[in-house]
């Protein structure tokens, strides 16, 4: 286990979460040539992902209740939070169990969203040492909110690329999900190196549907693309549209286990909470 490479991680995470948040704002490029001023605050995908270390660095695992209740104690709509994810911690915090409350979303089917998979990058970094471990906690720390199979992929895929620097990314990730939409837009991504990131979006997904199959496997591309530059990894993400802080959070949580995330981006970045 490594608390400090989790923290790096963390880092990465957070940093490309909240510039990429700041792309939303009408009439802005959607280029990096110029980083916009002032402090960037960040999104629900930092929160929960400070939560998510906070619990690693002082139980060493996932505890699901405790998690459950802290991401419900936590949960500001004002950062960002997705409908249905408002409606799931909020029947936590009432009270409902997670694991009833988490199969209400999506119809019973449980949510098959990107927020899992949004988080889970600084627990890759965490149990780097143990890829089983990577899997089993990723999976835990997936379950509290995303019952669905595909929410779990994609948290199980970003727990393990973070997991794996200086690895083939798409063979460790690969090797470890089951069939499913996830794996096969993995496999494509694999595939579409070496196209343009516009490519890549259109065939891949961008976020822009917020789901892990609509997200992963772009993410996973971008880390493969461009595996030593955490900055040109962001300016893709951002480039691509859609969910641009969520991607960027992902890629970013797991590049910084490969390269270095900017101070001067750090700098700018909202203090964090929790830990």
């Known amino acids: 286990m490594s608390f400090d490479r989790a ?3 963390l880092d990465g995470l957070s940093v490309g979460d909240a510039l990429g948040a700041q792309f939303f704002v009408p009439g802005r490029s959607r280029t990096l040539d110029v980083v916009p001023d002032g402090t960037w605050p960040w999104t629900d995908d930092t ?3 400070c939560l998510l270390l906070a619990e690693l660095r002082d139980r060493g695992e996932v505890d699901q209740d405790r998690l459950a209740a802290s991401f419900a104690e936590h949960c500001d709509p004002y950062r960002g939070y997705g409908p249905g ?3 799931v911690l909020h029947r936590i915090r009432d009270g409902v169990p997670w694991r009833e409350a988490a199969a209400t979303a999506y119809r019973g089917e449980g949510s098959c969203g990107n927020g899992a998979a949004m988080r889970v990058a600084p627990l890759g970094a965490f149990f780097a040492d143990d890829l089983d471990a990577v899997v089993t906690q990723a999976v835990r720390s997936a379950e509290v909110t995303h019952l669905h199979p595909e929410g779990i992929a994609g948290a199980v895929a970003v727990a393990v690329a973070a997991a794996v620097p200086g690895a083939d ?3 460790a990730v690969l090797d470890h ?3 499913g939409q996830v794996r096969r837009g993995v496999a494509d991504a694999r595939r579409l190196l070496g196209r343009s990131t516009a490519e890549a ?3 891949l997904g961008n976020g822009s549907r917020s789901t892990a199959q609509d997200s992963v496997p772009f993410v996973l591309w971008v880390v493969a693309t461009y595996a030593d530059d955490y900055r040109a990894a962001i300016g893709a993400c951002v480039e691509a549209g859609g969910d641009m ?3 960027a959070a992902m890629v970013g949580g797991i590049l910084a286990c490969r ?3 900017p101070q001067d981006w750090l700098d700018r970045r909202e203090p964090l909470p929790f830990v």
């Open 245 to 247: 802080d969520t991607t």
């Open 169 to 171: 990314v798409f063979d």
């Open 47 to 49: 929160e929960m992902a």
């Open 201 to 203: 979006a259109y065939e």
């Open 7 to 9: 923290r790096r991680s």
């Open 259 to 261: 390269a270095e995330v």
């Open 85 to 87: 994810a408002v409606v």
């Open 177 to 179: 999900l089951d069939d």
